[in-house]
């Protein structure tokens, strides 16, 4: 029994950082009470507060208006914006999370009047009536983007904040698709290339709450090339899940 007590009082005092002085009694302030454990934990916690992750999808919906004159003048009623993010990577604080992603953006832009978009056989891009006897549906441009967004989000307070930054858009493809009834027979066309720019950057602000994010989306750069289009640029806003 004496031994053991002995030896613990030994580890102790190896654990304080007590310098062995025979003969002398216990000097309390040269006791260091620098614990490595404690350091690691105050560590871990600072690496915590600080720190980089990759998290999962989202999915963006949202409406389309656009600031385009007849008669391209598209309806924002059948016009909108889907977009997926599968991942994003994101570096951050407590307060402030810095983050970029790759996603995949789909624009639609919708004519519901008597008139349809088309492509000519030297590539123009011209509207005009639809066949003779049909009952039109609609008339949609189609853009399809790979997107990366670089936003800064601020965090407010419990899951509540703000979100902004830009979104840099490679416009990989573009289509025209024009839908109508003949009788009681769905009818489509479809045309490929409608000449969106490679490259165009938005700006991006959203309202984050702990559900969901209210998102707006604004472009000041031409979609499409203005050699074949009108200049118009485009606003999108909607809900982040």
């Not at 983007?145 to 979104?167: A, D, E, R």
Request: charged share 20%; proline share 5%.
């Amino acid at each position: 029994m004496k031994k053991t007590l002995v030896f613990a009082v030994c580890s102790i005092i190896t654990m304080l950082n007590i310098p062995p002085a025979h003969g002398q009694s216990l000097d309390v302030g040269r006791i260091d009470f620098d614990f490595p454990l404690l350091d690691k934990i105050r560590v871990m916690e600072k690496a915590k507060r600080q720190s980089g992750r990759i998290d999962g999808g989202s999915i963006l919906f949202g409406s389309i208006v656009t600031n385009s004159q007849a008669p391209f003048d598209f309806n924002p009623y059948n016009s909108y914006e889907i977009a997926f993010v599968p991942f994003h990577a994101d570096s951050h604080t407590r307060t402030i999370v810095a983050s970029t992603g790759l996603m995949f953006d789909w624009k639609n832009f919708a004519l519901t009047g008597k008139e349809a978009m088309s492509k000519t056989l030297d590539n123009e891009i011209a509207l005009g009536p639809y066949p003779d006897g049909s009952n039109p549906r609609l008339s949609k441009l189609s853009v399809f983007s790979l997107s990366v967004p670089t936003l800064l989000s601020i965090n407010v307070c419990n899951g509540f904040g703000f979100t902004f930054g830009p979104v840099f858009n490679l416009n990989a493809g573009s289509r025209i698709k024009t839908k109508y009834r003949i009788e009681d027979e769905k009818m489509k066309d479809v045309y490929k290339d409608a000449h969106c720019n490679l490259l165009t950057v938005d700006l991006m602000g959203e309202l984050n709450l702990n559900a969901f994010q209210i998102f707006v989306k604004c472009s000041p750069m031409n979609l499409m090339d203005n050699s074949y289009w009108p200049d118009f640029q485009y606003l999108s806003f909607g809900i982040a899940l």
